[in-house]
Nanobody, 115 residues
Framework: QLQLVESGGGLVQAGGSLRRSCAAA????????MYWYRQAPGKQREWGAS???????NDADSVKGRFTCSRDNAKNTVYLQMTRLKSDDTAVYYC?????????WGQGTQVTVTS
């Protein structure tokens, strides 16, 4: 059964850093692109960053230059390193994988940035 288990959220001051992790089980992790989304209070879920199976990355303009997506295929884990955090980054963060057209989501973890 496919599972995505996230960790690494929490409370951080503006300007600080956090690293999120998402461990995958039940899939051949290395062949899939992985995605990070976030949902701020009162807003729709939005894509933030992604990494291809080959390690190429893409970031939304809102996080470009501050967030970095990486992966460790030996650990079936994708990471999101978040730096220079702002209050606008406060949201629930989700990892995501698309398998045969279906979306699978991690449980989501709150990240709160205080000023």
């Amino acid at each position: 059964q496919l599972q995505l288990v996230e960790s690494g959220g929490g409370l951080v001051q503006a300007g600080g850093s956090l690293r999120r992790s998402c461990a995958a089980a039940g899939i051949r992790f290395s062949v899939y692109g992985m995605y990070w989304y976030r949902q701020a209070p009162g807003k729709q879920r939005e894509w933030g960053a992604s990494i291809t199976s080959g390690g190429g990355t893409n970031d939304a303009d809102s996080v470009k230059g501050r967030f970095t997506c990486s992966r460790d295929n030996a650990k079936n884990t994708v990471y999101l390193q978040m730096t220079r955090l702002k209050s606008d980054d406060t949201a629930v963060y989700y990892c995501n994988v698309r398998v045969v057209g279906n979306h699978y989501w991690g449980q989501g973890t709150q990240v709160t940035v205080t000023s």
